[in-house]
């Protein structure tokens, strides 16, 4: 075979280096809004089956809309900040969730929230200061860490909060699984959620200093 009809590799791009666009209606996004909206309907009914699979699928679509539009490119502006904007309003409603229903995890819920507090307002002083920028930049992306603490959270209360309603329905056994699930995957999700809060706040620093430059 002649070198010139070889076939030729070509690596897949990462999501840094995939054009961002500025649409708004995508299917990726699309997805993660339906996904948030199934979610909170499952964190809200999840006392019943049905509630307990909306929660699950929920969680589950989040997981899917970043590699949708990376294969399909539809990488946009919004998507990036859309994903996690959805994270911390569905994480905030399940924490409230277990800390009305279960009041043994009120400590875990407390940690919880310093940790995506301290990740949240980090993120805004670097959304603001970055758009103060002169040179138009590429959008703020979550960190490694960032995407791992989220996907580790969503774990946490999706295992605790459906754990708790097997209880109520009678599933001992389910529910005892689930809950030490859950208690692992949080156990999991401090060092890393650490890890990221401090790369936040380091990048919010960062940027607030070469606005003063």
Known sequence: MNAEHQPQFRPTKSPEEQP????IVTLPNGVTVAGAMLSLYGIKHADSLKGMAALVAGELSDKV???????????????IKLDPIRD?????????????????SKAMVATIAGLESTKAIATAVAEYKHKQ????REPLRPTQAGRVSSALLAA???LLIIGKSAESLGYQKTAKALKGLG???FAGYLPVAGVAAGQ???????LMDSNQK
């Open 20 to 23: 961002v666009s500025d649409d």
């Open 156 to 158: 946490t209360t999706t």
């Open 200 to 206: 936040y706040v380091k990048r919010a620093r960062d």
């Open 183 to 185: 208690t692992l995957s």
């Open 88 to 104: 911390k309003i569905v994480g905030a409603a399940a924490l409230l969730k277990l800390s009305q229903e279960d009041p043994t």
């Open 133 to 136: 920028l002169p040179d138009e």
């Open 65 to 79: 809309d970043g590699s949708l539009a990376r294969a399909l490119n539809q990488q946009s502006k919004l998507g």
